[in-house]
């Protein structure tokens, strides 16, 4: 099978060639092969014996555990004692919490003519909901932020290279905080998420520092990238098509779908990453044992086969069975905090403004990265 780069400048393009012409394929070099159409990803995420998320090529004694990148039984037991964190009751519960750190957000913007988003709300929002979580002061969220931002950009070289100084120093700097305050928390008790899973004790005993570090920097990415990934989008959407706008506006009960339709349209992760635990044939390609793989999550979504108009963007689409936050054990935890943080600030950003659009384009590329794009310049006119 021939290589394809699906690094073009649009990738929604490529996406489509690939379906068509080179549903999998490897990537230059002896790179991961790519997976691209829906049926074959759902697959695959589904099939995790055969699609592991193993796939760190650090030597074992270097890995920090986590549940991102492990499988059962590793995987299965610390999803257990992290995922009462992200139940719908819990979840729920920070609704109002939620709500008023949006308005007092998008009341800031008011009066601004233009601002970036991304500065102004779609980052800020969700990391005030897990520093909350977590137990972080006020005062270091903007830290906690830039440590998220580039802990998560270097993902890949974390995985499988060296991080650069930076990323590697801000790795150091956000286990170096958390652990001092989980040893606090040991001392006197807080009733938070965090401080609830280091009183929780299980067959084992209580969870180590290890692995509670791990929490928190699941929470960074199930709570944080995706959420910020998710209002850019629906900014993008309303800027592309003004009409999607005028349409919250005057029926908000629209919003739950919008919403769902725009984690399909701009998938806030595009792709993951797998290796296999055996010789595998897709879309009648071979791939060896060993191989790393990646489904390309923003590609399946947009799959004509599955989704009727799939480069349209349907604000009633239903059914609309997307993968945006992935499929299986390891579909994401912070789906239902994504979906409510995301329906509250696009009630509010709908309420508070009559016109909303982008005043600098976005670069295809990056805005299909992890998160979307990291700066995202709007007008706004209440």
Wanted: charged share 25%; glycine share 6%.
């Amino acid at each position: 099978m021939s290589e394809v780069d699906s690094s073009a400048a649009d990738p929604y393009e490529m996406y489509r060639y690939l379906r068509t012409h080179a549903p999998v394929t490897q990537m230059p070099d002896n790179g991961p092969w790519q997976v691209a159409r829906f049926n074959d990803v759902h697959q695959l995420l589904k099939d995790y014996k055969t699609f592991s998320s193993d796939v760190s090529m650090q030597p074992p004694e270097e890995r920090q555990p986590g549940m991102l990148f492990s499988d059962p039984p590793i995987h299965n037991r610390l999803r257990k004692l992290v995922s009462y964190a992200f139940k719908p009751s819990y979840i729920a519960a920070q609704h109002d919490m939620i709500v008023r750190r949006c308005e007092q957000l998008v009341g800031e913007m008011v009066g601004q003519g233009e601002v970036d988003l991304v500065e102004t709300l779609a980052a800020p929002l969700p990391v005030t909901v897990i520093a909350h979580m977590l137990g972080v002061v006020d005062g270091d969220m903007k830290t906690f932020k830039y440590w998220s931002d580039q802990i998560f950009s270097n993902i890949g070289e974390f995985l499988f290279g060296v991080p650069s100084e930076e990323a590697q120093r801000c790795s150091e700097d956000m286990n170096g905080y958390f652990l001092e305050r989980i040893a606090e928390l040991r001392r006197k008790p807080v009733n938070h998420v965090l401080g609830r899973l280091v009183e929780t004790e299980t067959e084992d005993g209580k969870l180590s520092d290890e692995e509670l570090l791990s929490f928190c920097r699941l929470l960074l990415i199930a709570g944080n990238e995706t959420t910020t990934g998710l209002i850019t989008a629906s900014v993008r959407i309303f800027d592309e098509m003004p009409e999607t706008f005028d349409q919250v506006r005057e029926k908000p009960a629209l919003i739950p779908t919008f919403i769902e339709e725009a984690l399909r349209y701009y998938s806030p992760f595009a792709a993951t990453i797998r290796r296999t635990t055996r010789v595998v044939e897709i879309a009648g390609v071979t791939i060896p044992q060993g191989a790393l793989v990646t489904p390309l999550i923003g590609c399946a979504n947009r799959d004509e086969t599955v989704f009727a108009r799939a480069d349209r963007f349907v604000i009633d689409r239903d059914p609309n069975p997307h993968l945006a936050f992935g499929f299986g054990i390891h579909n994401c935890l912070g789906a239902h905090l994504a979906r409510l943080e995301g329906e509250i600030a696009v009630a509010a950003l709908t309420r508070h403004f009559r016109t909303l659009s982008l005043s600098q384009s976005v670069d295809a590329a990056e805005g299909s990265g992890l998160g979307g794009p990291k700066k995202l310049m709007v007008r706004l006119a209440a």
